[in-house]
């Protein structure tokens, strides 16, 4: 077999084998074939697309080329949730107690974040003492135990997504719908999950900017799931403007507290209510999505979701008493609102700005060496759809410097007010099965 037939046969247009795409997959990962060849297959899969066995096949391809996780000594279907990013993005913070009261084992590996602010990981490390620096006996017994686990991505999981996706970052093939979806596929499934929710974004602080593309990919994530076994369903939620009002690695955490009470912002709630409920029918502790969410809901309320956020921080080195005491996480030195210029509606918060605003502040990573500050970030008081008269605040920034003024100025630039009253964005715009 050579690699200079199989470019050549995609470049065609023809359908690629199991065997040529493993071939291709532990070549480039053992170092066998250069990466001219491999950027030439990519960009005619660029242009060719894949259909549903071959991104398959792409996917177990770079699954086998690693490390897979084996969780078969935790009790109970194992659901996964995947967000394909956003800013203002709380959900796993808040959906793995929530999913875990209900005895649901949430399984979860997490990175660290590189953009608007911390990873999953990162964020929990606002809470004093909380690690993820637990081997995998402990963290199978955590998960038996909690029904929730968060550990840090091993080493060796699906190298050749690392390797490929760095090579698609410099040749103009990042942005194609089979590459990206094997290899948020390769990772889930290498991951060991028994069923896979995805929360696909859309709209200008998703990778995926239209409705269309964000369908497109998340259909070929779910037939790529089912398609190997594992039971995949998506939704595909707004990202027009940051979810919840919180942006920053401790105010996230605040405010998965207050949801997780029942007090958190709308569309946040409503969000993890809906993956939720889908995350409980794929591990059957529910016949319907409603029974689902009433139960959700019922924990909301009664108290025990938080009950499992605070055992799970605890069971991991967190100071527990951060449930009812947020002060103890890191605190920014100043708190400055930005008012609004003049009255009218909010009609439009460029998510993807607002987010590098937070950035600028320290609240993410410009690069892999740059260090978070977890106190910092922006609250928003106001939304898209809100009234706001002038001189009223718009939203709050915390910083540990006193000069934002380059801060408000990308801030000012990227919300707008409209004297006509603008409704909200619709917040979940489908979901997708395989059915």
């Given at each position: 077999?050579r690699m200079?037939?199989?470019?050549?046969?995609?470049?065609?247009?023809?359908?690629l084998?199991?065997?040529?795409?493993d071939?291709?997959?532990e070549g480039?990962?053992?170092?066998?074939i250069?990466?001219?060849?491999?950027?030439?297959?990519?960009?005619?899969?660029f242009?060719?697309?894949?259909?549903?066995?071959?991104?398959?096949?792409?996917?177990?391809?770079?699954?086998?080329?690693?490390?897979?996780?084996d969780?078969?000594?935790?009790?109970?279907v194992?659901?996964?949730?995947?967000?394909t990013?956003?800013?203002?993005?709380?959900?796993?913070?808040?959906?793995?107690?929530?999913?875990?009261?209900?005895?649901?084992p949430?399984?979860?590996?997490?990175?660290?974040?590189l953009?608007?602010?911390?990873?999953?990981?990162?964020?929990?490390?606002?809470?004093p003492?909380f690690?993820?620096?637990?081997?995998?006996?402990?963290?199978?017994?955590l998960?038996?135990?909690?029904?929730?686990?968060v550990?840090g991505?091993?080493?060796n999981?699906?190298?050749?997504?690392?390797?490929?996706y760095?090579?698609?970052?410099?040749?103009?093939?990042v942005?194609?719908?089979?590459l990206?979806?094997?290899?948020?596929?390769s990772?889930?499934?290498?991951?060991g999950?028994?069923?896979i929710?995805?929360?696909?974004?859309t709209?200008?602080?998703?990778?995926?900017k239209s409705?269309?593309d964000?369908k497109?990919l998340?259909?070929?994530?779910v037939?790529?799931?089912?398609?190997v076994?594992?039971?995949?369903?998506?939704?595909?939620?707004?990202?027009s403007q940051p979810?919840?009002r919180?942006?920053g690695n401790a105010?996230e955490?605040?405010?998965?507290?207050?949801?997780?009470?029942g007090n958190?912002?709308?569309?946040?709630?409503?969000?993890c209510?809906?993956?939720?409920?889908?995350m409980?029918?794929l591990a059957s502790?529910?016949?319907?999505l409603?029974?689902?969410r009433q139960?959700?809901?019922a924990?909301?309320?009664?108290?025990?979701a938080?009950?499992?956020?605070?055992?799970?921080?605890?069971?991991?080195?967190g100071d527990?008493?951060?449930?009812?005491?947020?002060t103890i996480?890191?605190?920014?030195?100043y708190?400055?609102?930005?008012?609004?210029?003049?009255?009218?509606?909010?009609?439009g918060?460029?998510a993807?700005?607002?987010?590098?605003?937070a950035?600028l502040?320290?609240?993410?990573?410009a690069?892999?060496e740059?260090e978070i500050?977890?106190?910092?970030?922006?609250?928003?008081?106001?939304?898209?759809?809100?009234?706001?008269e002038?001189?009223?605040?718009?939203?709050?920034?915390?910083?540990?410097q006193?000069?934002?003024?380059?801060?408000?100025?990308k801030?000012?630039?990227n919300?707008?007010?409209?004297?006509h009253?603008v409704?909200?964005?619709?917040?979940?715009h489908?979901?997708?099965?395989?059915?």
């Open positions: 077999m200079y037939d199989i470019i050549e046969k995609k470049r065609d247009g023809e359908v084998t199991k065997a040529e795409i071939f291709f997959i480039y990962t053992n170092g066998d250069p990466d001219y060849q491999a950027s030439a297959l990519a960009m005619a899969i242009f060719q697309d894949m259909n549903d066995e071959e991104r398959a096949n792409m996917t177990m391809a770079m699954v086998n080329s690693g490390d897979t996780i969780l078969s000594p935790i009790e109970g194992k659901v996964d949730k995947h967000s990013g956003g800013v203002g993005d709380t959900t796993t913070l808040i959906l793995g107690s929530l999913v875990a009261s209900l005895g649901v949430v399984a979860k590996m997490s990175g660290r974040g953009g608007h602010t911390g990873g999953t990981i990162d964020k929990l490390e606002a809470v003492g690690h993820v620096e637990i081997d995998k006996d402990q963290f199978i017994k998960v038996n135990t909690n029904k929730l686990s550990i991505q091993t080493g999981l699906t190298p050749a997504d690392k390797k490929l760095g090579l698609r970052d410099v040749t103009a093939t942005n194609s719908i089979p990206i979806a094997s290899s948020i596929m990772k889930k499934i290498a991951a999950a028994d069923a929710v995805l929360d696909v974004k709209g200008a602080g998703a990778f995926m409705l269309e964000s497109a998340a259909e070929a994530m037939r790529i799931g089912n398609h076994g594992r039971n995949t369903m998506a939704v595909i939620s707004d990202m979810l919840g919180a942006i105010l955490v605040e405010e998965a507290i207050e949801t997780l009470k958190g912002p709308e569309d946040l709630t409503e969000l209510l809906t993956l939720g409920s889908q409980v029918v502790k529910a016949a319907t409603d029974e689902a139960q959700l809901e924990n909301m309320k009664n108290g025990k938080l009950e499992n956020f605070a055992a799970f921080l605890q069971s991991q080195g527990a008493r951060v449930v009812e005491d947020v996480m890191p605190q920014a030195a708190k400055i609102d930005l008012p609004a210029k003049t009255s009218g509606y909010v009609s918060i460029v993807d700005e607002i987010g590098t605003a950035m502040l320290g609240a993410g990573r690069t892999k740059s500050d977890l106190a910092v970030g922006l609250y928003l008081n106001k939304k898209i759809g809100d009234y706001v002038a001189g009223e605040s718009l939203l709050t920034i915390y910083a540990n006193e000069d934002v003024e380059a801060v408000k100025e801030l000012y630039r919300i707008t007010i409209s004297n009253k409704d909200a964005p619709t917040l979940i489908d979901m997708v099965t395989d059915k």
